[in-house]
């Protein structure tokens, strides 16, 4: 069935309030509803419809009475009842089995604690309800257990609790604020709490709680203080405040996605909440960071503004994503978050807009919601956010927001409301709503195309541009899109010119913002000192794929001396890719040098800079992947051939630079123990970019420095860069390592997930075999999403080399597990076979290996509706 966004009809029935009673048992959980309703419209004729899973109805009651058997109707999806009084009290109860949902959609229990995760529509899983984000309703939820399960928690403020009889006890609980079912949430454990106070800054009391196992208790210091920070950001950069007695987060090993902002009770993938040096990564703490923020923010923009239909998912989360960015971007270096976010925009969201499940950020049609959760909604959705922000400027967007929030607190509003508020709250930036809209309705990665001719002795620069989009299924035709282009024009000192556009009179800034709003535009600079070198989209200022003439001269020059960070980063990876097309293009891979001097000079004079962010270096001296490398080729891809030549470059890179490699590794290492701070991580990261490169130098000293790292470093940082490099090869002594890694960490499944990812990753001949084995291995289970990520997902998305294998066994291994996956964890199914869509980029040969797979998918019964959707509009393509 398709649900489509211009079918939306306002809901014909209200609930104002909902009182829920849960008995809670693993086998056989007890759910009580109240609900009082109301029609929307006093005069409205239409039945109520409310959604439900296949759980048992076993009451179902009208203001006291047994409603008959004529009333009311059950269909797969739900249940229609007839001939209601216009307002009524409904009593709904059913029973769950929170113990066999491996699903973990409704209610479920992860490590024997219970959890509830509804988001988008798990809700209708534990009690029937008109499940849509528009219904808002203010929840009262009592939950009873046995005293073996002590803490017992749901949404909004505590009210009563106590014993019971026969061994076991109560709580209830009210969230005042009216809210869709799909942030509804209980939680029943035997946990423990690591709390502090909070205070607002208008002076209210909070108490911030993060519930964990006991064994976890000590590894919440890091989630607390980055949920603080995330808290007193918010107030300070736009005014808001929490708005509850309590904010909790829960921890829990069994989840789909990586958290959930469920009011005052987040529930998190245990992988965003517990850290200590020993075990987690500088990427794990940022990514923690960067979550509980995200969670936090969710509060204003998701809860008490919401959406009114999924199809309005960006509203919430592209809005949350950009706020979360730019609170990592305040709490680190801008420019390294700002690199990372395009990184991932250009590596995963390019590749989505171009291939069979290209959607807009606010999509038409689906199938399944859950598929809707993805690169373009979330990150190409918070672009548009950025984009505002870049037209208006910090301070007008700020006011921009405040009107939002003024305008739509406690309503159910659309993406189209966000920008009407924005602009509207800056009508003096004359920006046009319909041209800024398309972003929103048209999929697909705009090209601009930019040239330009240069009159050097009359100072003039005149600049052409050109838009398009190529088409995406189901649009064929697009058209222009405003696109602010960030520029600046370099003299040849580096420095940036005054920039003043013929016909103007002032005196130019050094950097300016030019408006693009049509396919075909010119511009003209005047009063040049001379030779210029324009540094483009800086910032990357709009989310788009660049073509601009610059010379690998001019690129080597932005390298070295662009004042925008992002652009000096985008020049070395342009000089980097080049290098790599050129070897994809020769025969026999360019059977010479792969890097020439240019590159080389530009790389030396990056390693032994003693001036720049070790961070930024690190990121400029990255190879592109292996698949960023495939999507830009343009023909069919040999996988194999890609490897080749980015392991040729890698090796020579080593080779050439090996000195200044070891000089440059030795000079950021610390002396010290680990500290998680700006300056020492930005080390860590430029010494382990080095160790990338001199895991593949001939020399026996860059050798020991691998082992030293992997065997004595005292964080989890070193620890997995070193040891995730010596895993790439087949070693006797790194099977002796991972060995003992594995004995030392195995009861600590978090850890065990980088263990299984490294293995996963490795280029050697028995990857495959051994990562059957390790299908079966004790630490490893299929249940469980983090597990399945870290084996299969990266196999099949962080190997390109052995999951695109000639012979079709990587795809074949996939085919498996999906079929073993889809029967239980539709969700996570549905992402795993994500790599497999890409099919008709490939040379031929995979191109009927992996067509193939997803015809037997295609045919397969049962499949879940989430599988089935993605393999459809893969099998559409052909
Ligand atoms: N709203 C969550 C977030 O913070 C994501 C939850 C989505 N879950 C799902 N099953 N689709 O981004
Ligand atoms: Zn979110």
Known sequence: VVVRRLDYRPPDWLVDEVELCFWLDPRATRVQGRLRLRRADAGGTAPLRLHGGDQPLVRLCCDGAELASHAWQRDSDGLTLFGLPAACTLEIETELDPQANRALEGLYLSAGIFCTQCEAEGFRRILFFPDRPDVLARYTTTLIADERLPVLLANGNLVASGPLADGRHFARWHDPFPKPSYLFALVAGELVCRERPYRTLSGRSVQ????????????????????????RWDEQRFGLEYDLERYMVVAVD????????????????????????????????????????????????????????????????????????????????????????????????????????????????????????????????????????????????????????????????????????????????????????RWYSQAGTPLLRLSWQQDAAAGQWRLHCRQSCPPTPGQEHKQPVLIPLRLAL??????????????????????????????????????????????????????VRLEAPLTREQQAFLMAHDSDAFNRWQAAQALLLQALLAGLKAPEGGAGELADSLLLEAFHHSLTDQTADPALLALALTLPTEGYIADQLPGAVDPARVHQVREKLRGQLATRLNDALLICYRQQQDAGPYVFSGPALARRRLKNLCLTYLARSPAEEARDLLWQQARHSDNMTDTAAAMALLAETPDVAVDELLQTFYQRWRHQPLVIDKWLAWQARSQRPDCLARLCRLLEDPAFSLTNPNRVRALIGTFCQANPYHFHAADGSGYRFLEQQLCAIDGFNPQVAARLVLPLLRWPRFEPGRRVLMLAVLQRLAARQPLSRDLYEMVQRALAQE
């Open 208 to 231: 911030l709680q993060i519930y964990v196992e006991p064994r976890n208790a000590a590894l919440c210091d890091h989630a607390l203080a980055s949920l603080e920070r995330a808290m």
């Open 254 to 437: 069994d989840f789909n996605m990586g958290a959930m902002e469920n009011k005052g009770l987040n529930v998190f993938n245990s992988k965003y909440v517990l850290a200590c040096p020993a075990t987690a990564t500088d990427d794990d703490y940022l990514d923690i960071e960067g979550v509980i923020a995200h969670e936090y923010f969710h509060n204003w923009t998701g809860n008490r503004i919401t959406c009114r239909d999924w199809f309005q998912l960006s509203l919430k989360e592209g809005l949350t994503v950009f706020r979360d960015q730019e609170f990592s971007a305040d709490m680190h270096s801008a420019a390294i978050k700002r690199i990372e976010e395009v990184r991932l925009l250009q590596t995963q969201q390019f590749a989505e807009d171009a291939g069979p499940t290209a959607h807009p950020v606010r999509p038409d049609s689906y199938v399944e919601i859950n598929n809707f959760y993805t690169m373009t909604v979330y990150h190409k959705g918070a672009e548009l956010v950025r984009l505002l922000q870049t037209l208006l400027g910090w301070e007008d967007f700020v006011r921009g927001m405040r009107l939002y929030v003024e305008r739509h607190d406690g309503q159910a509003v659309t993406t189209d409301d966000f920008v009407a508020a924005v602009l509207d709250a800056n009508p003096q930036a004359g920006i046009d709503r319909e041209l800024f809209s």
């Open 490 to 543: 370099l003299d040849a000192s580096g420095r940036p010119c005054g920039l003043r556009l013929a016909g103007e009179t002032e005196a130019g800034a050094p950097e300016r913002v030019l408006r693009l709003t049509a396919a075909e535009q010119e511009f003209t600079f005047v009063d040049l000192p001379g030779e210029v070198t324009p540094s483009l989209l800086r910032g990357f200022s709009a989310p």
